[in-house]
């Protein structure tokens, strides 16, 4: 049961999609991988015996946070994000919600989905500067602020990119319920909740917060995901990806469901594991929204530190995961990315094969790459852009490729964008080996 949910943990950090070809926007349909739970922690929506909804212009909340490895309590400023006294501006946020409730019916013939309740709008008191840890409104409060200052941040660096407004949604109940044949034949309905999850759902332009776990909780993981601010920006970052290159709709990719095709191969009869192109683009994805979290929040903000299954892993800056292994992308990590055989993959023992794993490594080497011609995270933030504009522009040609290739091709891309930046080429050709030892670079080949 802990390695079970151990290996799910893995998929925290998620990105969800809808099915491409589906006109209808249902919310969850058609997604797979979270984590799954019998006792939801579900927060409630603080009661209080409000006075005034009218907010004055400079509106300031104390925010319950999780930073450097223990809770803090901090106040920021709103202005601009609540209207009314909704938080919605329109622009990076159209409306935030809570308290959806639907059930997913999975069948061997085909999936249903019910819609038990709508969503609801979260509704601020102008009488309070604070709201509890663990409500409704707390959880919103600091999803909302981490996404607008990432908003902010990458706007000032990028202009160009037109970012729609995402709905906010905090911890709905989604239910699913397998319809499974029990050792007798009979037909049985086995349900539980998803939970302990943040999800980028690009079909409806949403990011969600699932309710923490009791499990979870006895397992070690204690912080709900909307005190970390690295979690709101990371999914943020998902949909900035998603609007510079909006693949999900119009490329018809399918789903990001990693962890699952990882325990089914396809290849069944001899169980190989086949890589495919998909699986790339989610790597690509995974480490574009951690370097977005870490260039457009502030030092004290974007740490990992204390969070089971994030800690030094998923630190943009630490070069090793939690157990020493290197996130040099070496040829023996391409390799191990690229095999055959399954590598076993914890949050303890992390595999390279796990796409949010070949995410983290790519974003310590880009970063590092970037790093040694450039210190401006505005700067990084354009060459970012620039590359995933280049995925965009050359998706046709880029898809004939074989997995493999297409990973070196697109590599590759990225790290020609970076040694144009170098005055002297063997420079340049230096800091690619250290970072990027494992691919053969043109004109840098005999520096290698
Ligand atoms: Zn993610």
């Excluded at 409730?101 to 999975?106: A, L, N, S, Y």
């Excluded at 609801?120 to 602020?145: F, M, P, R």
């Excluded at 037909?187 to 699932?210: H, Q």
């Excluded at 995270?377 to 522009?393: F, G, S, T």
């Amino acid at each position: 049961m802990k390695q079970f949910f151990f290996v799910i943990l893995l998929s925290v950090l998620v990105v969800a999609c809808g099915d491409p070809s589906s006109n209808r926007k249902v919310p969850f349909e058609n997604i797979t991988v979270t984590n799954y739970s019998n006792v939801p922690l579900f927060p409630e929506s603080q009661i209080v015996d409000c006075h005034s909804r009218n907010f004055a212009d400079n509106i300031q909340f104390g925010l319950h946070l999780f930073l450097n490895g223990k809770s803090t309590f901090e106040y920021m400023n709103f202005s601009g994000l609540i209207h009314l006294s909704l938080i919605e501006d329109g622009q990076i946020i159209a409306r935030t919600v809570y308290g959806e409730k639907v059930e997913i019916i999975r069948s061997p013939i085909q999936d249903r989905y019910i819609g038990i309740e709508g969503p609801k709008k979260v509704s601020l008191c102008a009488d309070l500067d604070q709201y509890e840890q663990g409500t409704i409104e707390s959880a919103a409060l600091n999803a909302a602020y981490f996404i607008s200052k990432t908003n902010a941040k990458f706007k000032t660096a990028v202009k160009d990119i037109n970012i729609r407004p995402i709905t906010l949604n905090i911890s709905p109940s989604i239910l699913q319920s397998n319809i499974v044949e029990n050792y007798a034949g009979e037909k049985i309905k086995e349900s539980s909740y998803w939970t302990d999850n943040a999800l980028y759902t690009p079909l409806n332009e949403s990011i969600t917060f699932l309710p923490h776990s009791q499990e979870m909780r006895k397992m070690g993981l204690t912080v709900n995901f909307w005190e970390v601010p690295m979690i709101a920006s990371h999914e943020y970052g998902h949909h900035i990806y998603q609007a510079i290159f909006p693949h999900s709709r119009g490329l018809s990719l399918g789903c990001f469901d990693h962890l699952k095709k990882k325990t089914k191969p396809k290849n069944k009869s001899y169980g190989f594991r086949v890589v495919s192109m998909d699986d790339i683009m989610t790597a690509y994805n995974e480490a574009f929204a951690d370097l977005i979290s870490y260039y457009t929040l502030e030092e004290h903000e974007r740490g990992v530190e204390g969070i089971m299954c994030l800690k030094v892993t998923r630190d943009v800056g630490s070069s090793v995961m939690i157990n020493g292994k290197s996130k040099v992308i070496t040829k023996s990590l391409i390799h191990s990315f690229f095999s055959f055989f399954e590598e076993s993959s914890s949050c303890d023992y992390p595999s390279y094969q796990e796409v949010h794993i070949l995410g983290a490594s790519l974003a310590f080497s880009m970063d590092q790459l970037m790093n040694s011609h450039t210190s401006s995270k505005e700067e990084k933030l354009r060459i970012l852009v620039a590359w995933v504009k280049d995925l965009k522009a050359n998706h046709k040609k880029y898809k004939e490729l074989l997995p493999r290739k297409y990973f070196e091709n697109t590599m590759t891309a990225f790290i020609e964008m970076n040694l144009k930046q170098f005055h002297d080429q063997d420079q340049g050709c230096e800091a690619v080996k250290a970072s990027f030892p494992g691919l053969e670079i043109n004109g840098c080949s005999n520096g290698l």
